[in-house]
């Protein structure tokens, strides 16, 4: 296979990053933005909830948009405007002026995720697209290593207010990379049509099982990852009285099982195809999902909810790259739609299962519970994969 350009790797990994970045370099800030705000617990979350709505929202916004238009000038205006949302975040004087932020960050953020998505499959195919998506796992998953330790490091000179700071400054960073992308997308193969056309798209991609079954595995394994992104917080610190920097060593270490994870993908997707990857993915999100229920329930220790949180967020090294590829792989001529209806659907259970859930209370249980219903309506939805021809 001929060898992919590391810059190329680089900057489109670093696009597909918006999802970490924009909802992880403030979590370990996240009791302290809740009490400096005067709120409660359930809005604080749900400013991490209202992003991921924008995120969702944003993809199937932007996708149809770059397959109209090209993947280059949607991709520059979305993430200037996630830079300044950023920073008009760290002057936001109360919550509901943060939520809504926080929600038009999230819109623009989508947009590095969809286009970037969107030129892999302009320029891959099945196996080589798994890789690449793999390989760019490996940029995108340093972020939640990254993140939350680069956010617990500055909460020892600054108030979360400076990590929103921090983050308009890494939108101007990817900014100044989009730049160097070229479009992949050439006219003679956009698609022409306002509304209408767009709605006959999305149509045509949902009602596509080699789409639907794919984007329903990702999705509802995945939902796990984001149901300890929103709920961990407050379970490992306030319930288990791990610190700010405890935390985000914790979280570092389980973002490292990714990369890990999208490594070994990379490397046996060649030989062993996406769809089988996928189904070990979902097994090791399962196992881990079982046993962090097991955890809650009999154990006090820590160790029985750190260990098998990371088998579940690990496991997402493999759901996310082969689940993508499997999705994109018939959707040549709506790559960019049906990577925002991707997106709708993995970002949409993210933001907005947690929070209901957390009405009732954050708890370890809670959590662990949450979790495994996702991940087994994940396995469930396997039985939609199309089987492999013979």
Do not use: H, K
């Not at 499959?121 to 760019?136: E, I, P, T, V």
């Not at 940029?139 to 929103?164: E, H, K, M, N, Y």
């Amino acid at each position: 296979m001929a060898r992919v350009p590391a810059s190329q790797v680089l900057v489109l990994g670093g696009l597909t990053a918006f999802g970490p970045l924009a909802l992880d370099l403030y979590l370990p800030a996240l009791p302290a933005l809740t009490r400096d705000l005067g709120t409660t617990e359930s809005l604080g979350q749900a400013t991490m909830s209202v992003c991921m709505l924008g995120l969702a929202a944003g993809q199937l916004l932007f996708g149809p948009l770059s397959d109209r238009y090209g993947r280059r000038a949607p991709l520059l205006i979305g993430v200037g405007a996630f830079a300044v949302t950023a920073a008009l975040c760290a002057l936001a004087p109360s919550i509901e002026l943060l939520l809504v932020l926080r929600l038009l960050g999230g819109l623009a953020g989508a947009c590095g995720i969809v286009c970037a998505r969107a030129m892999v499959r302009d320029l891959y195919d099945g196996a080589a697209a798994a890789r690449m998506f793999a390989l760019l796992l490996l940029v995108s998953g340093a972020a939640p290593v990254v993140a939350p330790v680069l956010g617990s490091q500055l909460l020892r000179i600054t108030d979360w207010r400076g990590l929103f700071w921090a983050l308009a400054a890494i939108g101007i960073v990817l900014f100044a990379a989009a730049l160097t992308r070229p479009e992949t997308l050439p006219a003679d193969r956009r698609r022409a049509g306002g509304l209408p056309a767009t709605a006959r798209s999305v149509r045509v991609v949902t009602a596509d099982r080699s789409f639907l079954g794919p984007t329903l595995v990702l999705s509802l394994t995945c939902t796990g990852m984001f149901v300890y992104i929103a709920m961990g917080s407050y379970v490992l610190q306030d319930g288990y009285g791990l610190g700010a920097q405890a935390y985000g060593a914790v979280f570092a270490v389980n973002a490292v099982g990714i990369v890990a994870a999208g490594r070994v993908s990379a490397a046996l997707v060649d030989r062993t195809g996406p769809r089988r990857l996928l189904l070990a993915g979902v097994a090791v999100a399962l196992t881990g999902a079982l046993g962090l229920l097991a955890g809650t329930l009999f154990a006090t220790s820590v160790w029985a909810v750190l260990v098998p949180l990371f088998l579940v967020v690990a496991a997402v090294g493999f759901v996310l790259p082969n689940g993508t590829a499997l999705a994109l792989d018939g959707q040549r001529e709506r790559a960019g739609t049906a990577s925002g209806v991707l997106g709708l659907a993995q970002f949409g259970f993210g933001a907005v299962v947690p929070p209901v859930v957390s009405l009732g209370g954050v708890t370890a249980v809670a959590m662990a519970v949450t979790i495994l219903v996702s991940v087994l309506a994940g396995a469930a939805a396997l039985g939609l994969l199309r089987r492999p021809a013979r």
